[in-house]
């Protein structure tokens, strides 16, 4: 599966989208088309809000790509060695990423077109939509509940769950810029 990486040769306009949510919870992102796995996965930590606290994978058909773990009784191949021109190459391709096995969030990122390379700087999130769950939440439907709790105050949970997320927490917010700011702090 892992070719010799190559100089970029364009960019990919991927949509991430958080599987079962609803409304979607998504992000449209462009990246080098010559991105290792590892390095995909700290511009997904950061494009969706997550703060990189658990083990996380890719999958493309039958094949794990991610941290090999020795302890682990099952086959993953390096995602350090695996670029993104790899496993998804024309315009339709996905991949599933999957963040926090307890946890279970999976995303679909799909590739929707191929742009020249000199069309944007990367990665940069050019669109995107709702805030990201909290980490830690229970998946997507601990976050649904956490959600009714935070939203109604006769909820019984609704004052510990609130100060669970800090006092507040907005579902629809989405920061492009600040996202985008994030990003100059990534090195590759």
Same mark, same amino acid.
């Given at each position: ?98 963040? !926090?096995? $307890?946890?279970? /969030?999976?995303?679909?990122? +799909? *590739?929707?077109? &191929? ?5 944007? #700087? ?13 980490? !830690?939440? $229970?998946?997507? /439907?601990?976050?649904?509940? +956490? *959600?009714?709790? &935070? ?5 019984? #949970? ?13 579902? !629809? ?16």
């Amino acid at each position: 599966m892992a070719k010799k990486n190559r100089k970029a040769n364009s960019l990919y306009q991927l949509k991430v989208t958080l599987i079962s949510s609803k409304p979607p919870i998504w992000r449209r992102l462009i990246v080098q088309d010559n991105i290792r796995l590892d390095q995909l996965h700290f511009v997904l930590q950061t494009a969706m809000g997550w703060s990189d606290y658990h083990l996380h994978q890719y999958r493309v058909g039958n094949d794990c790509i991610g941290i090999p773990e020795p302890d682990f009784d099952f086959d993953v191949k390096d995602e350090r060695k695996v670029y993104l021109h790899d496993i998804i190459s024309k315009p339709k391709d996905y991949v599933i990423y999957e963040y !926090d096995f $307890g946890d279970g /969030w999976e995303h679909k990122i +799909l *590739l929707e077109k &191929i742009l020249p390379l000199d069309s944007f #700087e990367s990665p940069i999130v050019i669109k995107g939509s709702q805030a990201c769950p909290p980490e !830690d939440c $229970g998946g997507i /439907w601990g976050y649904y509940d +956490l *959600l009714k709790a &935070i939203q109604d105050p006769t909820h019984e #949970e609704h004052e510990s769950m609130l100060e669970w997320v800090g006092g507040e927490f907005d579902p !629809d917010a989405f920061d492009m810029k600040a996202i985008n700011n994030n990003f100059k702090s990534l090195a590759f």
